[in-house]
């Protein structure tokens, strides 16, 4: 299965205001995320090497750097434009301990290999072909734990879904597709465990907010509550199940 990559080089206008809006405002499931990691206690006060996987233009690398500023955090993209802005972002702010690179998840990347402490991945894993090469990836650049925020499911089921959003332009003559793809949890573990991880553990994410539906007949996120008054979230036809997933060697 191929990586579509175009869907990550060809940004559309509303693709880029979600990377830009990640500097004001981060999402929720980010800012749970961290907290959820921070409370494990797996951000110390000694310098550490932090690599997040996916990271667009670097807002999470931003919003980690606040919270836990005495480390060293890298992130890694495929989208040069996204990378080359973020670096100049982190520059502006004087944030040297934050760098972005332009690299393939799909392709070698040796010089990676075992060179962080702690590797990231924030809602990333589920819009690609698939997980276990990334897993892989990870796993290889990664000395003491991996953790991931994505769509998983506590169960043996694996799905791939692949979205075809109509409304979007063509790309070099056909739809604009990305993946929605909705991992076992059973997998995934037994994966990082043949990757040398020993301890996996996840939580689902709850949202503490409403999110308005704004495009009714398209993708874009929005909740519903039910009577118990948790809220569960949606896009387009979809129930994203996001989860946060921890393996530590």
Known sequence: MNQKVDNWIELTPEAKNFHDSQFSIPHRNTVFFVEWLISKGLFTKEKMNYLDVGCGKGGSIFYLNQQVSNNEYTGIDVNSELISSGNSVFQEKNLTNCKLLVRN?????????????????????????ECIVPIKQMSKMAKSWVACSSLFFDGELNCTVNIEDNNQPLSNGLPNNLFYNVYSLSKVRKC?????????????????????????????????????????????????????????R
């Open 105 to 129: 998840l799909y392709e070698e990347n040796k010089d990676l290999e075992k060179k962080f402490d702690c590797v990231l991945s924030f809602q990333t894993l589920s819009y690609l072909p």
């Open 192 to 248: 990082f465990k043949e990757c040398g991880f020993s301890k996996f553990s996840f939580i689902p994410f709850e949202i503490d907010v409403d999110l308005e539906k704004t495009n009714p007949r398209g993708k874009g996120s929005f909740t519903k509550k039910l009577e118990s008054g948790k809220r569960i979230i949606f896009s387009g036809p979809l129930h994203m199940p996001w989860h946060f997933i921890l393996a530590e």
